[in-house]
Antibody, heavy 122, light 110 residues
Framework: EVQLLESGGGLVQPGGSLRLSCAASGFTFSSYAMSWVRQAPGKGLEWVSAISGSGGSTYYADSVKGRFTISRDNSKNTLYLQMNSLRAEDTAVYYC???????????????WGQGTMVTVSS | SYVLTQPPSVSVAPGKTARITCGGNNIGSKSVHWYQQKPGQAPVLVIYYDSDRPSGIPERFSGSNSGNTATLTISRVEAGDEADYYCQVWDSSSDHRRVVFGGGTKLTVL
């Protein structure tokens, strides 16, 4: 069964850092691009970042560029999101999502994890 | 930056047809994908590349895209279709690529 399981969320103070992980199973992880998508409480979906299957290409939303870093370890079937200089407006459920191809920058998200909550507050 | 506009809400009686629109400048030249999200759950892909349906999604769900409007159509609406629906595209018009989601439409089954 294809599955994505996020972890690493929690409460962090403004200006702090957090690293999210997304463990993948049931498919050849390195063959597929991955993204992070977030959803603030009561709000819509907001794309955060994407990475190609090889890890060689990355894309970021303007709202997180320079503060967040997406990466992946294909030997561990795990996607990461390093979040620095966190702000209150980063408070959201963070989902990892799989693309059906290895190239980032196109297409849909066919599999989603259940999400991990990040709360930025003092 | 590219903007997708969805109506905040759509209401429909059971058994009728719901149409949810997604407006964007020349969206017909882009590939549009649609997601269903029920309360407390992760989004689920219901339509990809304008009109294709993933396995397991009922034939009642269909999509179209032309000009400045993409449309998700749900025929013979059931109570279980009540959810938020989001359209999505990739915007490659600037010097880099980014995903754009519509603001979402809450479908209410009367």
């Amino acid at each position: 069964e294809v599955q994505l399981l996020e972890s690493g969320g929690g409460l962090v103070q403004p200006g702090g850092s957090l690293r999210l992980s997304c463990a993948a199973s049931g498919f050849t992880f390195s063959s597929y691009a991955m993204s992070w998508v977030r959803q603030a409480p009561g709000k819509g979906l907001e794309w955060v970042s994407a990475i190609s299957g090889s890890g060689g290409s990355t894309y970021y939303a303007d709202s997180v560029k320079g503060r967040f870093t997406i990466s992946r370890d294909n030997s561990k079937n795990t996607l990461y999101l390093q979040m620095n200089s966190l702000r209150a407006e980063d408070t959201a459920v963070y989902y990892c999502a799989k693309a059906p191809q290895g190239i980032a920058g196109q297409g849909e998200f066919d599999i989603w994890g259940q999400g991990t909550m990040v709360t930025v507050s003092s | 930056s590219y903007v997708l506009t969805q109506p905040p809400s759509v209401s429909v009686a059971p058994g009728k047809t719901a149409r949810i629109t997604c407006g964007g400048n020349n969206i017909g030249s882009k590939s549009v994908h649609w997601y269903q999200q029920k309360p407390g759950q992760a989004p689920v892909l219901v339509i990809y590349y304008d009109s294709d349906r993933p396995s397991g999604i009922p034939e009642r769900f269909s999509g179209s895209n032309s000009g400045n409007t993409a449309t998700l159509t749900i025929s013979r609406v059931e109570a279980g279709d009540e959810a938020d629906y989001y359209c999505q595209v990739w915007d490659s018009s600037s010097d880099h690529r980014r995903v754009v989601f519509g603001g979402g439409t809450k479908l209410t089954v009367l």
